[in-house]
Each structure stands twice: as C-alpha cells, then as structure tokens.
C-alpha cells in the first residue's frame, strides 16, 4: 500500500518544510506512482503512493477538499464503497472518485464518527485547518501501520518506525518492555514498539491533537457478539454466508494488478481462493495462487496431513487459478541479513515468516519495474 507521514508542532511554529521532506526521502523509494507534500502552519503532510485500486490512479495525495480547509494523507483500499456513497448520498458516478475524497465527504458529514462508516483496511491523517486539529485513524484489523511519537513539542506520525524516528530526532534506544514481550512470545503490546518513544496507534482507534491541546484517543470499533440471527433452514443459513462471503471478496478484488491469492488447503484460505476464482472467471480474468508445501519424497512427513491434495483439489475444480508452490527452500529460517527486513522496522514474529516471504517473492509485489500481483488482503502481511 502506500506510505505516509507527517508531524503537527503543538506551539503552533511553523511547519519545517525540510524536515517533512526528508521524511518523506525514504517513502518515496517506496511509493513508485507519486508522492507529494503538504505543508501550512503548524503541520506538515507526506505521502507517497502505490497504486493498487483504479482509482487511486487519480490520485494526487496529501488530497485536499473542494475548499481547500481539509487535506488528509492516506493509506488504505476502501471495501463496499457503494454502501458509503449511498449514505453519502452521491450519485453512482462517485464510484469513480478515490478513497481519499471519499473520508473527506465523509469527515465534512459526519465529523469524527466518519470512521465507524468505512469499511476497509486504512491508515490516515486528516488535517482541519478551521478547527486547527489533526485527526488521526486505523482500521479495526491493524492491516494498515500508523507509528508516532509525542512529546510537549511535537507530534510525529508516519507509517514507518524510521520516519518517525527522524521526524522527532529520537536515537534509537530499545524499549526493553517491549523486547521482553517479544522474547516470551506473549501477545505484543498494542501500543508499544521495539524503538523507546515510538508508539503504535491500535487497530480500531482514532487521535486527535491540536495545537496546545491534550490528545484525545477514542476506540471507535470493538468486536462483539451481534444479535442472534434465525432462520428458518440450513440451507438458508448456508445461502446467508454464501451471500456475505460473495460480497466480501468482490470488494476486494477491485484492483488494475492481477490478483493473488494465498492458499493453503484449509477451509478459511480455500474458501476466499474458490469465490475470488469463479469471480475472476466471470470477469475473463485469472487469480494466481501461491501455496506453501513440501515438495513431494520429503522424508519423515506425516503425508495423511500435508495439504498438497486438498491444494490440487481445489485447482482442478477452478481451473481459473494458475498454481504456485514454495517448498519452503528459498530462504533461511533464521535471517541475520539486516537487508531482508529494510522494509520493516521490527521483526515479524512469525517462526515461518521464511516461508510467508517465499510465497510473497514468487510473484512480487506491485512496482513500476514488475507489476506483480495484487493479494487478496491478509496476504501479504510480511512484505507490507
């Protein structure tokens, strides 16, 4: 997806231009489709884009408002946009329009509560120059990184650690809290990174900051058990999830670059792979898989297990999916190549994150040299 950054000065000084630049220095080796820079008062507003969706081709991001009083840097792919122009009251031709126009209608109508409205995987910086406040989101999963940094001085936000790093002038000391969470394999703090003074906005939440005010963090999406629904049949059961899980992958086949998707043999991955096929297949389209298995005379392999045969059955019944396998060969287990993680700034976690990055690199990811595939979302995970 694409990157972004930016910082707000909290005494209202203004906006160091050179500094928002050099911030943005590194994103754009990043963001091959364009890039651009907002500054004006107080805050600065970076972004460098990677085009996935048709619309994000018009895009010209930081993105400003009609009257020019709201500009917001985005990252993200909005899902279901005909429900949010709907409640937007738009015509069907704003289909057309780019996400980030979209939260800025959104954000004009219903103010900070815009957020509970979209659907999607997003990180954004809204910036309101009439209420001199900066508004601040992530989507409920996470799927999109927002970091930052705040003191008495200045709040810093970027989608990568480094970023916010140099906007703030912070060394890189370790946070030792975090580590420890890391080291015991406990559930990693929502809010905390591997780098003392640089935090993470949790998935779900929103920031505000204005000059000389307190932050203002709010949880605008929890998850919860919705009220029991009951009907009449399992068939109409059947058909009811049939009906969501349909809607749920065409949203997020809207994209110009082929479409891949991870698929392991399991009901979850096989499911969104199967829908996003016979989707692609209406459309004269094809979607690419990459599976994860071990290649065939492997000894000591509890073949009973191994996932290769519900993989091919899978293929064979949509001949729409072009196979890929990784066997897992490609890459160490254990990387000491600083390099490898150049596009993170923490570790992943995952003990068979050699074997996600294998998956990843088979098809590469979207840029103006290769252009890849697009993954279905949750996918590419290790290399965002």
Not at 93 to 112: F, T, V
Not at 196 to 215: D, E, I, Q, S, Y
Not at 254 to 260: C, I, S
């Amino acid at each position: 997806m694409s990157f972004i950054t930016g910082f707000l000065n909290l005494d209202s000084a203004p906006a160091d231009a050179q500094l928002a630049e050099r911030m943005l220095a590194h994103a754009r080796s990043l963001g091959p489709d364009g890039s651009g820079l907002y500054t004006q008062g107080p805050v600065a507003l970076g972004h460098a884009l990677v085009s996935i969706t048709p619309e994000s081709r018009q895009e010209t991001s930081p993105w400003r408002s009609a009257d020019g009083q709201r500009v917001i840097t985005y990252d993200g792919r909005l899902d279901h946009r005909e429900d949010l122009c709907r409640a937007l009251g738009l015509p069907a031709s704003a289909l057309e329009l780019p996400d980030p126009e979209l939260i800025l209608r959104a954000h004009e109508q219903w103010g900070h509560d815009c957020v509970t409205r979209l659907e999607g995987e997003f990180a954004f910086a809204l910036w309101d120059n009439r209420q001199q406040e900066l508004f601040c989101a992530r989507d409920p999963l996470g799927a999109c990184g927002f970091h930052y940094h705040l003191d008495g001085r200045r709040f810093v936000f970027a989608s990568q650690i480094r970023d916010v790093l140099l906007g703030a002038g912070l060394p890189k000391r370790l946070d030792e809290l975090t580590l420890g969470y890391h080291l015991t394999a406990l559930v990693p703090l929502a809010t905390g990174t591997l780098y003392a003074g640089v935090m993470r906005l949790p998935a779900g939440r929103t920031l505000v900051v204005r000059p000389g005010g307190t932050p203002a963090f709010r949880t605008y999406r929890q998850f919860t058990m919705q009220p029991e629904i009951r009907l009449r049949s399992p068939q109409e059961y059947s058909e009811a999830l049939r009906g969501l899980l349909d809607d749920a992958v065409r949203s997020c086949l809207r994209t110009h670059h082929p479409v891949a998707a991870m698929l392991s043999g399991g009901l979850d991955s096989t499911g969104v792979a199967c829908l996003a096929a016979r989707q692609l297949a209406a459309r004269g389209q094809r979607l690419v898989t990459v599976s994860s298995v071990v290649r065939p005379g492997f000894p000591d392999v509890d073949w009973a297990r191994e996932e290769s045969a519900f993989i091919a059955s899978a293929t064979a019944r949509y001949p729409a999916m072009d196979p890929h396998f990784a066997y897992g060969e490609a890459f160490p287990a254990v990387e000491l190549d600083d390099r490898v993680y150049d596009r993170r700034d923490e570790p992943l976690g995952d003990i068979k994150s050699f074997r996600t990055r294998e998956m990843i690199e088979l098809n590469g990811l979207p840029n103006t040299e290769n252009p890849g595939c697009f993954f279905l979302p949750g996918a590419a995970d290790w290399a965002n």
